[in-house]
């Protein structure tokens, strides 16, 4: 009788101490839910209303190297973006601290790098073709394209050899929407990002001494060999080293 009653009042327990749900109420999770964060760049992106002005994936990638060069001494970003023909506005200089876009403007890219868009790239002495990645903006100077600023290339293999090739950033007449060529598009330079007369001073003012100046192109051999980027580098195009 009494080993009876034990196995009833054990087979009850469970219902005596359990909380009674009623059926239409939501059921809580043991553990709480995860809550996903859009990264910062997206954030960033739509508080800078670049939707429609700048490339997505241009900026994200951008910002991202940005974020880890510890050398720059300034809070400006300039990306450029050569998925855009030359003959569309496809530089940007960023205000990264006040979130401001201060500069647009269409660029030159180098003459072997392609017709209106640059497809082929190169950090060869003598190839005349544009170099990707990411760069620190240097001193100004005098030269024979007039006010120009010295690019030094942060990424080995890829624009490093920048300062040898006279990479520079400067005016030039060739640079200017105005005189778009029979082709089709914009003037080309020696590899350098050329960019209108009128506004040269003013950009460069602005860029020089320890910005951070990103060359885009979604390339797959740049983003295999990038210093500053990764885990973007599946079905694109190839880079052209030589």
């Given at each position: 009788m009494q080993k009876t009653l034990f196995i009833f009042l054990i087979s009850i327990i469970p219902f005596l101490v359990s909380p009674v749900t009623k059926s239409n109420e939501p059921v809580v999770a043991e553990t709480p839910a995860q809550v996903v964060e859009a990264p910062a760049a997206d954030l960033l992106y739509e508080e800078m209303q670049l939707e429609g002005v700048v490339g997505y994936m241009a900026f994200r990638q951008a910002v991202e190297g940005y974020e880890k060069i510890d050398g720059k001494r300034k809070e400006i970003l300039t990306v450029i973006d050569f998925t855009k023909p030359s003959t569309e506005e496809?530089?940007?200089?960023?205000?990264?601290?006040?979130?401001?876009?201060?500069?647009?403007?269409?660029?030159?890219?180098?003459?072997?790098?392609?017709?209106?868009?640059?497809?082929?790239?190169?950090?060869?002495?003598?190839?005349?073709?544009?170099?990707?990645?990411?760069?620190?903006?240097?001193?100004?100077?005098?030269?024979k394209n007039g006010y120009s600023?010295?690019?030094?290339?942060?990424?080995?293999?890829?624009?490093?050899?920048?300062?040898?090739?006279?990479?520079?950033?400067?005016?030039?007449?060739?640079?200017?929407?105005?005189n778009i060529a029979p082709g089709g598009r914009l003037g080309r330079s020696l590899g350098c990002p050329a960019i209108p007369l009128s506004i040269t001073k003013s950009v460069i003012n602005t860029v020089k001494?320890?910005?951070?100046?990103?060359?885009?192109?979604?390339?797959?051999?740049?983003?295999?060999?990038?210093?500053?980027?990764?885990?973007?580098n599946d079905g694109l195009p190839s880079y052209n080293e030589m």
């Open positions: 496809r530089m940007f200089v960023l205000d990264m601290k006040n979130k401001k876009l201060l500069h647009k403007t269409v660029v030159s890219h180098g003459r072997n790098s392609g017709e209106n868009y640059a497809t082929s790239f190169s950090n060869k002495v003598g190839s005349y073709q544009s170099s990707l990645g990411f760069y620190l903006t240097e001193n100004t100077y005098q030269g600023l010295v690019l030094d290339g942060l990424e080995k293999g890829v624009n490093d050899r920048a300062r040898e090739r006279a990479i520079v950033m400067h005016g030039a007449p060739y640079a200017n929407p105005a001494e320890g910005s951070v100046l990103f060359i885009y192109a979604n390339n797959q051999d740049y983003l295999a060999q990038s210093t500053y980027l990764s885990g973007y």
